[in-house]
Nanobody, 118 residues
Framework: QVQLVESGGGLVQAGGSLRLSCAAS????????MAWHRQAPGKQRELVAS???????SYADSVKGRFTISRDNAKDTVYLQMNSLKPEDSAVYYC????????????WGQGTQVTVSS
């Protein structure tokens, strides 16, 4: 069982930046894709960004050009750099990972709150 622990959330003004980190309890080199999802109150959870085991990123249209996902296999950590934040980015952000050869996200973190004030 892989445990994922997020950190780096907080309160920031619109236009500001935050970097989220997701530390895994085992080597992530063996995992398939990893991703950040978010869920705002009253809304469904949505995929924000994902990165393959080979390091290829993918982004939701709403965050393209503002967010950057990266993974450091040596540190077993995935990051989400969030720039030019908007109030609509406010949500609980969850880290997720796919088991080897899986196409679904098998492992989830507990979430970290991001609040962007206008």
């Amino acid at each position: 069982q892989v445990q994922l622990v997020e950190s780096g959330g907080g309160l920031v003004q619109a236009g500001g930046s935050l970097r989220l980190s997701c530390a895994a309890s085992q080597i992530i080199f063996s995992l398939n894709a990893m991703a950040w999802h978010r869920q705002a109150p009253g809304k469904q959870r949505e995929l924000v960004a994902s990165i393959t085991s080979g390091g290829s990123p993918s982004y939701a249209d709403s965050v393209k050009g503002r967010f950057t996902i990266s993974r450091d296999n040596a540190k077993d950590t995935v990051y989400l750099q969030m720039n030019s934040l908007k109030p609509e980015d406010s949500a609980v952000y969850y880290c997720a990972a796919q088991a080897p050869f899986s196409v679904v996200y098998n492992y989830w973190g507990q979430g970290t709150q991001v609040t962007v004030s206008s």
